[in-house]
Each structure stands twice: as C-alpha cells, then as structure tokens.
C-alpha cells in the first residue's frame, strides 16, 4: 500500500566498470588507459509509484569503489525524507548535502566528495522530472524562474552574479521559448564528435573516421593531443584532409601542458586552423589559462570537464581565461550547481559546449544544453554537445544522434537510468561479465 | 631474519576519530561541532629494524572512513617496493602516486584522492628519517640541494618557478645555516595559539585564555569570527583589553563570506588592529582573495589550510593575493608539493605561517618550518606556526611549547606517528572508546 506521506526508504549503490581501455576507446595524452566507470546509486521510496531515481558519478576504474564510498557517506542526509519536498525543492538537499559540517573538510566542493554530492542530487532530479512526467529539459525550461534562482546556490559567487541578474537573464529569454522549443524537438541540438581522435588509433582510422563523421553530419570534430609533436601534426594533416577546410576541428590536450609549452605547441599546430585548444594546462589553473588564451588567439581555449565547481569557472569567466565553457555533469554538484554555472557564462556571453562521453555523459548533458538554448542563452551559436558513441547501449533511453545532432529526450527523467542487465552484468568485481573475466588475471 | 633487499611489506589503515565536538573545542563558523579525527597508516617493511612510516590525513569526522579508502586505493602503489629505493627518493612514489592514470581522474590534486595521497607520502618521510636517524626538518635542512630540487614536481609551475630558481634559492640559503639550527635548538621556532579563540567559548573564558596564551609567551592569538557581527565586535573587544596592544591578534573567518562581506565585515572589525583576517571567502577564489587584500590593508589576507595543491597557491602568489601562506601538512601532497610550496613562497617574498591544531598537525607542519628557517627562507620574521593544545597525548613524540615557542624535535621521523593505546582506543567505531561509548546513542 502506497505510503501517504512518501519518504525515500533506500539509497543503493552499484560500482560499476567497463572494459573499455581493451579497444583503446577513450585514449589520451594523460588517461592512456581508462576503464569507463559509474559510481551509481538508486534512490528508492514508498511512493508505490514504481518510480526510482538514479544517478552516478563518472570515474576511469581505479577508484569507482573510493567514490562509492563516497555517495554512502551522504546516505544519512536522504534516507527518511520526503519525496515530494525533495523533489519540490531539490536545492534545498544540495545545500544540506554542500553543507555538512564534518563531509565539508573533505572538500570543500571538489573532489570525490563533490562528485559523490553531484551523483545523489542528480539522482534527485532524476526522480523529480520522472513525477512530473518530463524530460529534464523541459522541467527545466518550463520552470518558474523565481524558483529556478531559487535552486542556485549563489555562496561564493556574488560578486560575478546575483539572484537578480539571474532572474533577469532568465526573464529576457522568456520571449521565443514557445518556438525554440519546437525547433529542438524538431531539429535536435547541435553535437560534435570525438570518435575518430582518440590517440591510440592509427592515422587510417582516424582519416576513416573523420570521413564518417562528416558524412553523418557533424560539422566539427576533435583530436586528441599533447603527447608527442611530431604525432600531432601528422595526424591533424591526415583530419585536415579528410574533413576539408569547413569542418571545425578541435584539438584536446588533457592537461599536458605547462603555460610556455601550451603556447608553443599551440601554435605550431596553428597552420592546421584549429578551432580550440581545450585543457591546454591545469584545470586548477586560471591564470595560466589566461595567459595561454591571449597568446594562442584566434585559436579558442576552452575547459571545464575537470572544472572543480563553480567558483573556479566564475573566476575562468571574470579572468577572461576561455572562450568556451565545457561544464560536466558528473563532476560538480549536480544540476543545482551546473544552473549557476549556466548563469554565469550567460551573464559574461561566453558559449556552452559541455564535456560529454565516458559512460553516461552524453545521456545527461543533453539536458542541460536543451534547457539552455530554450530557456537561458536562447541560441545555439557556437554551441554544441560533445558526443562520444560509445556505452549508451546500457542506457534505458540513450541519446540519439541524427544528422550530427542531439535529439531531445522524450522519456521523463534525466536519462541516467543504467538497464538492470547492464548493472547485473558490469557490477565489479562480482557482476557477470567481471566474474567470468577476472580468474583469467587479465584485471586486478 | 631481515630480508636481503628490504621491502614494504604492508599498508595498514586505522580509522580514527576524538570526540572533540563535546567540549566546543574546534568551534567555528562553518565548523561548528568537529570530530578532530585521522584517517591512518601504517607502512610495515621486512628490513628487521623495527621501524614504520607512520603517516595521516586530518579529517573531522563523518567522511573520515571515505578517507581510509582512498588511502587504500594506493596500496597497490606502495606495497612490494624497495624500502631503500622509497626511502632514498620519496618524490619518485609522489609522482606515481599523483601520476596514476585512473585515480588521478577523482582528483587530479585535489580533495580525498590528493589527501590520501599526502598521507602515503608523509608515511614515506616518517620512515625515511627514522631511517635516517634524524627528525625530519633535520634531514631535509642537511640535504643536497639538487636532491631536494629532485624531490618536487615542477609540472604546472614553470610560469612562476623553475627548477633553477628553486636551485638558486636554497644555494642562497646555504650561509649561516649551522647558526640558524643552532639558534633554532636553542631557542624553538615562533608560535601562535588559537586556544583562546573558538566561537563556541563564553566571553570569560576567551579573556582568561588570552590571557594565559601572553602569560605563556605567545606574542600572536587567534580569534574565530564570522558567525555574528555584534559578537565578533564585542569578542575582538575583550580579546584587544586582555591581551593589550602590543599582542597580535589575527582573525579567522573559515571561509564563511563573499568578498563584499568579507570586506565590509573586516573593516568594521578594523578597530581592535586585527593582524590578519584569514579565510576570509572560498579557499579556491584567488581573484576574490586578490579583492579583498586591496580593500582590506593595512590589515593581511591569509590562507592555505584548504588550498588543494601547488596550482593554487602558485596563482595566490602571482595575483598577489595573500600577505601569508598557510601551508598544511596533511592537505597537499605530502613533503613534496610542500617543498614545492614552501619554493613558491620564497621565490613571492610571502611569509609562511602553517595551519595547525587538529590532531597531529602541530606535530607534523613544525618539521616545514623548521627546514625553511634553517635552509631556505632564512628568517623568522613574520613567521609564526598556528598551536592548539589538544590532542597530542596520544603522539609518541609530541609536541613541546616552551615561552610561546616550538621546540626543535630531536625524535627521528616526522613526529607523526601515534601511540599504540591511542590507536586502538579512538579506531571507529571498533576500538574501546567508541565501543564502550556508541551503545549510549550519543553518536552514530
């Protein structure tokens, strides 16, 4: 019998990991070998409704049980609440979570600790979007803004933003949101492809890749580089000519660099027309990334997915230090934060072009951009979604991609859901696919 | 019988938490009932001479078992390898340690994962001094300059200091080092106490313990502020009419403003001559410590304890953002990135004042100091080491205080490592403190 006063009764956590640096898939100058990863909970409750939230933090291998352990340690801020206040007012858990005076030391905001917070309020919002029979996009976009800015946590940030320039920046975009609306769900929202640059792969198929890319659609592409010079020109000569002068290719060097040698190698690429260098340095590095942004212009310096929270990117922002802002879903804490984060790149007019890929990623970024260009920034100019095609087969609703663009979610939630195979299956060290896997020595 | 090649043959961790909440002790504005606690290890060897690296993160409380996991992430780094070759180049395990491709997502250098990785490191100078047979500032004061040089990690550094600027800088600091360890043993290294000052403590007994603290030679106090305006003014005022005006007195906001607060707090706090306002926004926001330190001089801004790693304090220095540098043992990566720290902060001109108190922080930070009196900075000026008196009982060579000042360890090691009774008394929620204690219900 469903309860009248529903509570979450459950917070379950899964660590779940793939095989992926088997392939190469996911190869960088800094992550040669990554094991795709979800620290993944479940937020159960007595609603009887059948409804579920699910959420996770993104992590390489190593570690997914540190940050399991993690999510656990926020179990006792959720268990016993109301669902329907949580659901209501999500921010109001964010900060209870942000704010626990002893969990704070651990951070404060950033970290494992941050990302587990990330992972338990996405779940939240994952639950409450599924109540409201929507995709979190449209949750979002058809929000009252008062309470909107209401959801924003503005410590640390008010001297960059107030909840009044938040309002307002929500308010002028209030015209047209009938029509962009159905512009994205007629058109999709525009993505970019990091598939054919991984640095494992060879030059043939990258240029192959490269070559598929345009032809389904894309309008820019990405390579990995920073490890070693010789390498990269190469290979950006081999994308250059495969996608001719039009297509954007974007260059990723993974934080290899220190300032001098960002610049240089920047530049020594440069004939190539690289559209952005992203994480040319330390993603802890405002400075720097100012430094490197004045030398390296016109080519563009963007970064964000190893951003810690939002009071980095509102410095990234005042410093004027990138041209592009790739907010992560999985790293900060959760859709709370990432609506600041939003807010402040409108607020400084600097464009959106989120951090996807890995497991999941690209399931709930999606939403973040979608509820941006109808209900914030109003536009898609030079924004667009990275799109990685790999693992979404273990989504419930997985992203669809047409014409190099990102379809918008139908299905209610935050599209976080993992199938229940794929979790019985990838659950390590005792899921299927690990238990058969492991006696053979190949994985510790 | 001793192994012929000596190795690591264990990594043991003890999760171990005080109950300090009780007494107020550690009251401040955003920590309002800490749990001074330690997520522990112990590094065990075949060598047959009975010694152990002893190492900790400081935590406080809840939170503190996601710590002892991290630490265990590391065990595969650590366990196995060549005692000798450890011992003989620490900063080499530091950069496999920071280095490894899959952990280093849950970070990179920052939060839970970079704590834990502080922990193994300082471990490995424990044992390498007991080694040694020396005190830990001792072998550091005593080494190669080069090999010192050798043991940090300039990576994200060059813009601001290079290895041949750090050479130069301890070259500089050779002259009159016998003299400086000399007066240093002689006469202990400045302190300063926050005892008196925690927000949870009446009028009266802040005023006794000013008092006491000058009576005691202590030439600095400490008070927490940032809760209340009206109570600050009148806790500044009784401190300022106990201590008189010659005693400095510095003021603690843990992080609890944003910059305009900040400002405008500090300056009506300007009155009683405070000699510093510390924390006074988010340890991550260089540029709003930067806003603040113009508005707020004469007055100092000072920071560290929750400054995540090397990157950030390179920037605090570049924007000229702090007038003192809060180094803390147990936040960063170990003795290496403090190296490297304590080279940014000679190469700025910016006194160094470490973030102690906790448990074990006293014990640990004094071995930093100690080494840049001797062999780098050159100077006491200015300089001060934070003290609280609680907790060093349970450590095996504590602390000494004498006239306000640290005495010099003579112990070899980095006074890090806890006693055998205090260890399994506090280990959570298993030893006998907490088992004879829990049944009540006070805690979970």
Known sequence: MPSPTPRITALDTYDIRFPTSRSLDGSDAMNPDPDYSAAYLVLRTDAG????????????GRGNDVQVAAIE????????????EVCDDPGSLNRALVGDSQLRWLGPEKGVMHMAVGAVVNAVWDLAAKRAGLPLWRLLAEADPAWLVAQVDFRYLSDALTPQEALSLLARAREGRGERAADLIARGYPGYTTSPGWLGYSDEKLARLAREAVAGGFTQIKLKVGADLADDIR???????????????ALDANQRWDVAEAVSWTKALAEFDPYWIEEPTSPDDVLGHAAVRVAVAPVKVATGEHVQNRI???????????????????????VNENLAILLLAAKFGVPVCPHAGGVGLCELVQHLSMFDYVALSGTYEDRVIEYVDHLHEHFLAPTVIRDGRYLAPTAPGFSAQMRGDSIAAYTYPSGGFWAADLPSGARV
């Open 73 to 84: 340690a926020l179990r006792a801020h959720v268990v016993g609440r109301s669902v329907a």
């Open 235 to 249: 290979r950006c000569r081999a994308a250059r000519a495969a996608v001719g002068p039009d297509v954007r290719i």
């Open 49 to 60: 409704d059948g409804l579920e939230g699910h959420g996770f933090a993104f992590t390489i």
């Open 312 to 334: 980095v990117f509102k410095q990234l922002l005042q410093a004027r230090a990138i041209d592009v802002l790739q907010l992560d879903a999985a790293r900060v804490g959760g």
